[in-house]
């Protein structure tokens, strides 16, 4: 009997193509991550910022030559496009839609692995085939949140998103929107919030998105107060980090 093969194609994702002469420096003016390190083997995950330093969206950049791929969500793709467009002024650079789709698979060998934590598994890019089934029950289990509804739109500053832990921002390519506060909070070890999955409950406040389906929630919560928040490994160590700088300084 042959194996029928599981869907890999994430279809709440899309594409952008950031191409033109100045599409590399234009981006690097504007991203959290450094797009010079933007390798055919190594995308990373980055994000766009309010001057405020808080998340407008968060994507993943790729590869495309002298040009970069910008895997994003799909409906939030327009929206990108557009803001992107109003930092372009006259800059030689053009901004379009990918036809290609977004693939993943827990294991394997295709494609790289996931630049935000490498237990997410492999990523990589090619036309839109049979859907993945268990992507989002995958990377809720490990504690990584993603997306305008988890993340929020201009409500949650970029570490607070677990940018700093999961590869999402440089603090040596220079500046870029949002630089200023990320980088200051950073520096003195004060992200005195984050964005933790857990045990679905009764909706507050705190609440970004509910998955009665997987029976677990995304929460924005203060590291003090952080409960049955699930607790992966690389969130454990980080705030055990981030309690011995404090004791520290």
Request: glycine share 10%; charged share 25%; hydrophobic share 40%.
């Amino acid at each position: 009997m042959t194996e029928t093969r599981p869907g890999t194609w994430l279809a709440d994702r899309a594409l952008l193509r950031v191409g033109g002469a100045e599409a590399r420096p234009f981006l690097q003016g504007l991203v959290t991550q450094d797009v010079g390190t933007v390798a055919p083997q190594t995308p990373r995950w980055s994000g766009l910022l309010t001057p405020q330093g808080k998340a407008l969206f968060d994507f993943i950049l790729w590869d495309d030559g002298d040009a970069v791929l910008i895997d994003c969500e799909a409906a939030q793709a327009e929206a990108l496009a557009r803001r992107l467009m109003l930092y372009r002024l006259r800059r030689p650079v053009t901004i379009e839609p990918v036809a290609d789709g977004v693939h993943w698979s827990p294991d394997g060998e295709e494609g790289v692995a996931d630049p935000r934590l490498a237990e997410l598994g492999r990523r990589w890019l090619a036309p839109a085939a049979a859907p993945a089934g268990s992507w989002i029950a995958h990377r809720l289990a490990l504690g990584v949140t993603e997306g305008v509804a988890e993340l929020g739109q201009d409500k949650t500053l970029w570490l607070e998103c677990n940018a700093r832990e999961l590869g999402g921002v440089s603090f040596t390519k220079g500046c870029y929107v949002g630089q200023e506060n990320t980088a200051r909070m950073h520096h003195r070890s004060k992200v005195n919030r984050r964005l933790v999955v857990a045990p679905i409950g009764e909706a507050g406040d705190r609440t970004r998105a509910t998955y009665p389906d997987l029976s677990l929630m995304v929460e924005h919560r203060r590291v003090d107060a952080l409960g049955d928040a699930i607790m992966p490994g690389w969130l454990t160590e980080a705030l055990a980090s981030d309690s011995e700088e404090s004791a520290a300084s």
